[in-house]
């Protein structure tokens, strides 16, 4: 109950005003509950869809569902995007393309990333809309779910590129059965709500993910706190684009 208290903490801005006794392993036992996180995201960013969609249109509903997204996460994954644009495509060396991760401002790259992020989520969701208006609130509560699902089990085959850092909590701490939990727990939520195709929309979401995990490794030689949070918006964004085909 301890880890699962402190990830709901850590990844979400939901009011839990408990203190949590944390030991060495809190961190890795919570990557269990990265899958209940993103439900619960779900639901929230499902729930305000489905009421703000009875009286507007599907454009400003879709806006609000993403604006629920980053208002319960902080938007602590789009900030990990942003500074991963700002150092991977910075053309420096890996050392030097660090630094600049850890920089609190934010480059060009940076912005661009996040514009292109929320950019896609809108039209990805608004395509979704328009050819299988009934998946639209199941895309929403389900892509957390795989996107935290994805980053849990990218944090068991990774290692840290920094000596310290907050990524360190997670990525110098792995365990192998809050990883198979996770995952899971992931693949039961999607074939619970959507049978096969659900376990599809995941299975090729965790090959995206290990994709980017892949080629973010090749630029700095391990992972971060921010490419998790990349990975965690590039395969959000991925998933909704799974729904889309899956509802053509």
């Not at 996180?37 to 703000?52: A, D, K, P």
């Not at 990990?80 to 850890?102: P, Q, V, Y």
Request: with cysteine; charged share 15%; glycine share 12%.
């Amino acid at each position: 109950m301890k880890s699962l208290i402190l990830t709901f903490q850590f990844l979400t801005r939901i009011p839990l005003p408990m203190t949590i006794d944390i030991q060495e392993d809190s961190f890795a036992k919570g990557i269990a509950y990265f899958p209940i996180v993103g439900l619960v995201v779900g639901f929230w960013n499902g729930i305000l869809y489905s009421l703000f969609s009875r009286w507007l249109p599907g454009g400003p509903a879709i806006l609000i569902a993403i604006f629920a997204n980053l208002s319960i996460t902080g938007a602590l994954h789009v900030d990990g995007l942003a500074d991963t644009c700002d150092g991977i495509f910075s053309a420096r060396n890996s050392e030097r393309m660090l630094a600049i991760m850890r920089d609190s401002r934010i480059g060009t790259h940076g912005t661009l990333g996040i514009v292109f992020d929320l950019l896609f989520r809108y039209v990805l969701l608004l395509q979704i809309l328009e050819n299988h208006p009934e998946m639209v609130t199941i895309a929403l509560l389900l892509s957390p779910v795989a996107s935290r699902t994805v980053m849990g089990i990218c944090i068991y085959f990774s290692t840290y590129a920094r000596k310290e850092g907050l990524g360190g909590l997670y990525l110098s701490c792995k365990k192998r059965v809050p990883t198979i939990f996770c995952g899971g727990i992931g693949f039961l939520l999607f074939a619970f709500f959507l049978q096969k195709i659900g376990i599809g929309i995941l299975f090729l979401s965790i090959l995206v993910g290990f994709l980017i995990k892949r080629l973010i490794e090749r630029k700095i030689g391990g992972m971060t706190g921010d490419t998790l949070g990349a990975i965690h918006e590039g395969v959000e964004v991925v998933c909704l684009f799974f729904f889309l085909l899956a509802g053509l």
